[in-house]
């Protein structure tokens, strides 16, 4: 998606060599028992995170106080028994079938062995009226609903950048659009575009009233507002593991949450794009757009929409070779949480988080998100109109 994001960065660049200290960092040899600090979990030896996160909103994060009520409730949770799986992409017997854009890819390999502890997964992804709560509570303003400042800006481009029209400095997010069919495939940006006033509460840029919208995914969330609707909520973003671990739901080697049936033939299991992406869509499943949470039956683990929908941000930091730094090294990873370290990124991808489970856009003829395996990843900053999240909780050992 990197041509996607090259609106987002010259809007707000995240490359920026910006040097950061979590103030909540973990102390824990196994952060992720340490629950109450998760909000701002970076490993202890993590070089990107000190690196590429960017102050001002990390400060709005550090800024929540986590609602008391909420501390222990996993209302809308389901339990998850830890365990053992093989994490990355299958190879179906109807491979030759298929078209490319439907099968794993390189990133995806090698696939290996991964341990994860127990822990609580949202059943369905965070709908519009959960993060109206947080913010009604909280006062909380997403990166989307914030203008950007030019003067600050310019210190943090090239000398020399021009200074980007008004309309583009104003707050909005990354909006849809189809497209006629003769539009190349090859440039993000012909159907992605900046739409100042986009966000959570008006997700195509268009005003909408808020209580038509209560149940549906909330989206144009950048991972840093999933961060702080976590932290409010006591909870954290799953790491891409627990994320692939759940979708799988103690299925070996299965190419989708409900096992190898091709996505033509299931289109009741979520909500996807029929058609050809990104000309037409068909909504054969019901549904153009987003879908009330719940729409489509859960995985055997009781999670909606863990395939489609809408994206759901993670906590790790994308890593294209992460899989083979791995696994060079170890025969079982236990509860990888993605790259800590330079060296396990293509510098060029270091400064974006993995998202996954796809969404009402994607078909095999583009992205197959909806694969158990597949990653994406998106600039931290980012708000888009298919990205949402759900949170997890992590069970401490003695229980
Ligand atoms: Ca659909
Ligand atoms: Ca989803």
Redesign the pocket.
């Known amino acids: 998606m990197n041509k996607i994001l090259f609106p987002i960065l010259v809007l707000f660049p995240l490359s920026v060599l910006t040097i950061l200290s979590c103030k909540n960092k973990p102390t824990s040899s196994d952060p992720l028992q340490k629950n109450t600090t998760l909000y701002c979990y970076v490993p202890s030896d993590s070089l990107l995170g000190k690196v590429y996160l960017e102050n001002k909103f990390l400060k709005n994060i550090a800024a929540i106080t986590p609602n008391i009520n909420k501390l222990q409730d996993t209302t809308e949770m389901v339990f998850i028994e830890g365990g053992v799986f093989e994490m990355g992409g299958d190879i179906p017997e109807y491979a030759e079938q298929m078209p490319r854009t439907g099968l794993p890819q390189p990133d995806e390999f090698p696939k290996h062995t991964v341990q994860v502890d127990n822990f609580y997964m949202d059943e369905h992804e965070v709908t519009v009226g959960q993060f109206l709560e947080f913010v009604k509570e909280t006062g909380y303003k997403t990166v989307a609903e914030q203008d950007i400042n030019w003067e600050e800006l310019k210190k943090q481009v090239p000398s020399g950048t021009p200074k980007p029209h008004d309309s583009l400095l104003r707050a909005g997010a990354l909006v849809f659009q189809y497209v006629p069919e003769n539009t190349p495939k090859d440039d993000l940006s012909n159907w992605w575009y900046f739409k100042a006033g986009a966000n959570w509460k008006n997700p195509s840029g268009v005003a909408i009233p808020l209580d038509v919208i209560l149940n549906m995914p909330v989206t144009q969330i950048s991972w840093y507002d999933a961060m702080a609707y976590a932290k409010w909520a006591n909870k954290r973003l799953p790491t891409e593991a627990e994320y692939e671990y759940a979708m799988r739901a103690g299925a070996a080697n299965t190419m989708y949450p409900w096992g190898d049936s091709l996505v033509s033939d299931v289109t009741a299991y979520g909500?996807?794009?029929?058609g050809n992406f990104p000309y037409t869509n068909t909504?054969q499943?019901g549904?153009?757009g987003t879908a009330p949470v719940g729409s489509f039956p859960p995985n055997a683990y009781g999670l909606y929409d863990i395939a489609g929908n809408v994206w759901e941000w993670t906590l790790d930091w994308y890593g294209a070779d992460y899989y083979k730094h791995i696994s060079q090294n170890t025969q079982l990873s236990y509860n990888p949480k993605g790259p800590t370290k330079t060296t396990e990124v293509y510098q060029q991808q270091a400064t974006n988080k993995v998202v996954r489970g796809g969404s009402?856009l994607c078909n095999d003829s583009w992205c197959s998100g909806y694969r158990n395996a597949r990653r994406m990843r998106l600039s931290p900053d980012s708000g888009m109109q298919h990205v949402g999240f759900r949170c997890v909780r992590s069970v401490p050992k003695n229980q």
Do not use: A, M
């Open positions: 909500n996807f794009l029929q909504g499943d549904y153009i009402f």
